[in-house]
């Protein structure tokens, strides 16, 4: 079992900036690549960037490249999400996923591709 917990959502201004957390416990972290998801009011869930195992490679949708960089932090188990400027579109509840296989060299951007999720964290953005 994998236990996966959000944090460091809020209410920002356009143009402002947050870094959301995620904790990760329960199987070998470091072997997994870690996703980032949102979800608006009304909206399907939606890709916004993943960074594989090893820290080497990361991919971003493109509503968000050049704003938000993904890092993670293999010996404390913490995947992050940097996001600046940022923009009333960018209001939905934010979760951290893990990939459903180890050691993918592949990086995925569909929710099918991740098996366990956290609760999630709210980040709104007012103009």
């Known amino acids: 079992q994998v236990q996966l917990v959000e944090s460091g959502g809020g209410l920002v201004q356009a143009g402002g900036s947050l870094r959301l957390s995620c904790a990760a416990s329960?199987?070998?972290?470091?072997?997994?690549?870690m996703g980032w998801f949102r979800q608006a009011p009304g909206k399907e869930r939606e890709f916004v960037a993943a960074?594989?195992?090893?820290?080497?490679?990361?991919y971003y949708a493109d509503s968000v490249k050049g704003r938000f960089t993904i890092s993670r932090d293999n010996a404390k188990n913490m995947v992050y999400l940097q996001m600046s400027s940022l923009e009333p579109e960018d209001t939905a509840v934010y979760y951290c996923?893990?990939?459903?296989?180890?050691?993918?060299?592949?990086?995925?951007?569909?929710?099918?591709?991740?098996?366990?999720w956290g609760l999630g964290t709210q980040v709104t953005v007012s103009s």
């Open positions: 996923a893990a990939d459903r296989l180890s050691f993918r060299p592949i990086l995925g951007t569909s929710k099918d591709e991740y098996d366990y």
């Open positions: 960074i594989s195992w090893g820290r080497s490679n990361s």
């Open positions: 329960g199987r070998t972290f470091s072997t997994y690549a």
